[in-house]
């Protein structure tokens, strides 16, 4: 790891950057992928002008990035990916790197950052696909306001990262001229704003892995039974376990059931 310059520390944006699919990238082209590198950091590092406050720390195809001034961090990550996008790389090859940019207060040890800012800058980036910049509801909510021409926020709602016990909400960076469409997130799925079941489920335990491993087969899954004060438990229940454990979620429809003629 090579530090280009002393850590900023006290309150600063974080800006963690990856290159997207580098192993297919590093079969495919071979001894070129070190170029490919190569102009990585070249196009990062020619952000000074923009990031006159910045230093880096470099971990092979990963950066991390830190800067006291937010706008900077923006529009830096914004005219990185420009000059990325139009970069002439090895092989006819187009490299896609996915960044994302928290602000918090990180303590400074041994040149590098620690503490839960990190882990959630680096979360918020895992997120994010090649190409796209990905910012924290902190970040954007200091910026919002203050973007410069050609950018603007899209509001990505909600979403469980890995490790973070909290939802964070997450927002795009919508740059002018590049894509601007991207897959959903890649997190632990949108955060659920199904409403908490207040009572405790005793006894049923065996019922809920077997109706979850229902749910890991089938496309539809449909409860009945009788009437009682539980009842509207079940769905909720396994829609909570179902969210938590699997990205891609699940919709439930409630039946009002009427009685049935004797």
């Known amino acids: ?15 963690f950057s990856d290159i997207e699919g580098s192993t297919a990238l590093l079969s495919r082209l071979g001894p070129a992928y070190a170029d490919a590198l190569d102009g990585q950091r070249q196009v990062l590092r020619r952000r000074g002008p923009i990031m006159a ?30 000059e990325l996008a139009a970069f002439d790389w090895p092989g006819g090859e187009q490299v896609r790197v996915r960044m994302g940019i928290h602000t918090g207060s990180p303590t400074v040890h041994g040149g590098d950052y620690v503490g839960l800012d990190v882990h959630r800058a680096a979360r918020i980036a895992g997120s994010a696909h090649g190409g796209q910049v990905v910012i924290s509801s902190a970040t954007a ?42 897959a959903p997130l890649k997190t632990l799925g949108a955060a659920t704003s199904l409403p908490r079941v207040a009572t405790p489920l005793v006894g049923r335990e065996g ?20 009437g009682g004060p539980a009842r509207p438990d079940w769905p909720l229940r396994w829609r909570r376990s179902w969210s938590s454990r699997f990205r891609t979620g699940c ?12």
Not at 53 to 74: D, N
Not at 155 to 169: M, N, T, V
Not at 252 to 258: E, G, M, N, T, Y
């Open 1 to 15: 790891m090579g530090v280009m310059a002393e850590l900023p520390s006290g309150t600063v944006s974080l800006l």
């Open 53 to 82: 406050e910045w230093s880096a720390a470099l971990r092979a195809t990963a950066s991390t990035w830190s800067s006291r001034q937010l706008s900077s961090a923006v529009a830096a990550a914004a005219q990185a990916q420009r």
């Open 141 to 182: 909510e200091l910026v919002e306001g203050r973007l410069v021409e050609r950018l603007r926020l899209r509001d990505l709602g909600s979403h469980q990262l890995k490790d973070i016990a909290q939802p964070e909400r997450l927002y795009q960076l919508v740059i002018e001229g590049l894509p601007s469409d991207f």
């Open 207 to 226: 019922e809920l892995a077997e109706l979850l491993g229902l749910l890991g087969s089938s496309q539809v899954v449909t409860l009945t039974g009788p």
């Open 251 to 262: 919709t439930s429809w409630p039946l009002q059931l009427s009685p049935t003629p004797m």
